[in-house]
């Protein structure tokens, strides 16, 4: 062996190079940030790292991951979150206003392996729910007026759209963690004053709607409690007549007899005769 290696140094030189490069082809490292398929010929064999809500960093199945040289590879996916863009939609409101949205989906690679039979890679998956994010968020928004956008049911509209394109999503191993809205303006050129003018109107239609609701149940109220205390003078005067018709009776003097502080209604003269039946609480008879 000794007089083979000094006789054709160049060739054991090479060998060994090429045996130390396949060993180190055969390494791979999946770092924490990463998950990676190990393909054989084209097939998914195995999937390494692979994301877990519980698991901590620094913990999880990162490091050196072994496959075999010219005939296995693998493919490393993303496992934090990442961002997908839409472009800028039109959308037209229900107060007919056409509107320009920036929007963008937050997602996280869950299922590796059924990402990468559907799509492969984070850029397909990217390029075939871009479409689907634009048509969710005409079609929630196309049920909303321009003023909903610029108040808290904003937030509604943005949970809708993530639940449907979260339903969508799933078929390629992506889960989508949150939609939001960038910006939403009127067109270029649009007349401002007409929008401004219209979400007025509709927020005064909305103060009156409100305002005739309260006047109406307060006067449900108000009748209801007329009749309660109805019922309850009418049980009182069945109870005891002579206490209802003594009570009944101040109440009257009051009026008639006592001036209200503040108030001035100038002097009455009240000529009766002492066996009056009005004044048979003062006799006693």
Known sequence: ????????????????VFV???????????????QAIKVRLGNPVATV?????????????AGLAFRVPFVEEFVKIDKRVRDLDMERQQVLSTDQRRLQVDAFARYRVVDPLRMFIAAQTE?????????????????ELGKRPYASLLS????????????GLNR????????????????????????????????????????RSIRAQGQKQGQIIRAEADAQAARTYAEAYGKDADFYDFYRAMQSYRQTFVKVEGQDKGQ???VMSPSNDYLREFTGN
């Open 1 to 16: 062996m000794k007089s083979l290696f000094v006789r054709y140094p160049f060739a054991f030189l090479l060998i060994s």
């Open 268 to 270: 009455t003269n009240i």
């Open 20 to 34: 130390l490069g396949t060993l180190l082809s055969s390494l791979t490292y999946v770092g924490e940030t990463d």
């Open 49 to 61: 790292n692979r994301y877990n809500p519980d698991d901590v960093f620094g913990n999880s199945g």
């Open 168 to 207: 969508i999503a799933r078929q390629y191993g992506v889960e989508i963690i949150d939609v939001r809205i960038k910006k939403a303006e009127l067109p270029d050129g649009a007349p401002l004053t007409a929008a401004y003018e219209r979400m007025r109107t509709a927020r005064l239609q909305e103060a």
């Open 123 to 139: 850029e397909r998956v990217e390029a075939a729910l871009q479409p689907i994010l634009g048509s969710q968020l005409r079609n």
């Open 152 to 163: 808290p049911e904003r937030e509604g509209a943005m949970e809708n759209i993530r639940v």
